[in-house]
């Protein structure tokens, strides 16, 4: 809903400034973080089996470092708005956007520092309740804001959602406040020392990793009046904010459990953690990643608007890319709960890079597609070192049946894909559907097995018995 009033009210090109203000905030965001949103996670989920003074002693430390970074963040946006805005905009007309979202670095570093405290402590349940409240009166204020304001309205929504934001997180985490524990002056140092060294360089990765999608941003913003813009930011919701659902329950709940595994050297546990995760992660995107290819074009002018419809010609191998982004995801995970920091940001450094290299090179061979096909080839390029790396380190292997859903989902896709360029609009509908269903099937089959025992399936079958 927010998507479809933003494109009515906002316009591709203002569509795409919204993508162009949420680069800037979150770059600058990953500058004073310290990879907090990982050591926060993996600190205290090591720390949750263990005597509870200590425990508190974490979240503590946890707490305050997230609060001094978004203050930080704060500081850096107001002294900086002028030369930011001069630099993204062309202008300093929109300095005072930079001054007034000071406000919602700080908002938002309390709800991040809570965030994590949640995550650490496994508990899902009332993380995904609280980002239910947050996602529905966050969607009020933005429909309001764009609607009075236009694009004035964009900062004055990131500013009153990350205030309301949070108001909800500070009391629905209210049951989980500290015990009264203190840090001494050299408890304090070494939380320091540890989470900035450990963070340090995760805050550089990521601040890379966003610097290098404002590069592109860059280049795209000028073209056709900003609609390649647009499409940018577009294709980039589709395939992360409503596909990347997946992404974030497996960074709130499979990133703690694998660091505590890990952390009591339970090797075995681990490399089965991860084969059943990346199985998870394939069966869940499977059948989504096929519906988005079937009925991708009707979603977008649904959540969009028809002057969205060209987004498509990213999806065609952005979606294909998806599956290896999974992959990426799941097995990045196991170097990072190792604590090898270094190989996780060279992996990650290099792969920002390409993208903009790849990027831009695509686009200009073949347009909006090449943007795709440039994630697909960063992605597997990515996933052929970052799992040539687990095996040579940590012996690792996928099993069999990941290995043979992987290759059954290499060839659907290349199935899929050859029939959009090579058949007709109905036969490429066909061929779609037949992929869809077989992969919605099967996934619903195995994850039943896995999830429910077979009990769904058990109930199917003697249905149509009777």
Partial sequence: ?????????????????????????????????????????????????????SLHKTIKFVTLFTIASGTLAAFISVVFAQQISKYAFKTTDYTIWFVILGVYFVCNSYVQGKTIILEGLQEVRKLLLLNVFVNIFGALVIVVCYYYFYLNGIVAAMVVTSALNAFIFW?????????????????????????????????????????????????????????????????????????????????????????QTLQQKQKEDGSLLVNN??????????????LLYLIGKSCIELLFSTAFLPVYEILVFGLAAIFIKGINYVVGYMILSHNHIKTYFYINALSDVLNVVLTIAFYRWIGLYGIGLAILVNYSLSALYTLYYVKKSYDFKMNKQVKNLFMGLTFANIVVITAYFKTESLWFYVITFCVFMIALIYSAVKLDTYLFDGKTSKKIRSFFKK
């Fill in 1 to 53: 809903m927010v998507n479809k009033f933003a494109s009515i009210y906002l316009g591709l090109a203002g569509y795409g400034i919204v993508g162009l203000i949420e680069n800037i905030t979150q770059l600058i965001s990953s500058l004073t973080s310290f990879g907090i949103q990982f050591t926060g996670v993996r600190a205290i989920a090591a720390q949750k089996n263990s005597d509870e003074v």
């Fill in 171 to 259: 009391r629905g985490t209210q049951p989980y406040q500290l015990i009264k524990v203190t840090l001494n002056k050299e408890e304090l140092q070494t939380n320091l020392k540890y989470f900035s060294k450990s963070g340090g360089l995760l805050a550089i990765n990521t601040t890379i990793g966003l610097a290098c999608f404002f590069l592109i941003r860059m280049f795209f913003k000028p073209i056709d009046n900003g609609h390649v813009l647009g499409y940018y930011h577009t294709g980039n919701t589709l395939m992360v904010a409503y596909v990347g659902i997946v992404f974030i329950a497996i960074s709130k709940c499979y990133f703690p459990r694998l660091s």
């Fill in 277 to 290: 995760q990346l199985e998870l992660c394939l069966l869940t995107l499977m059948p989504v990643l096929f």
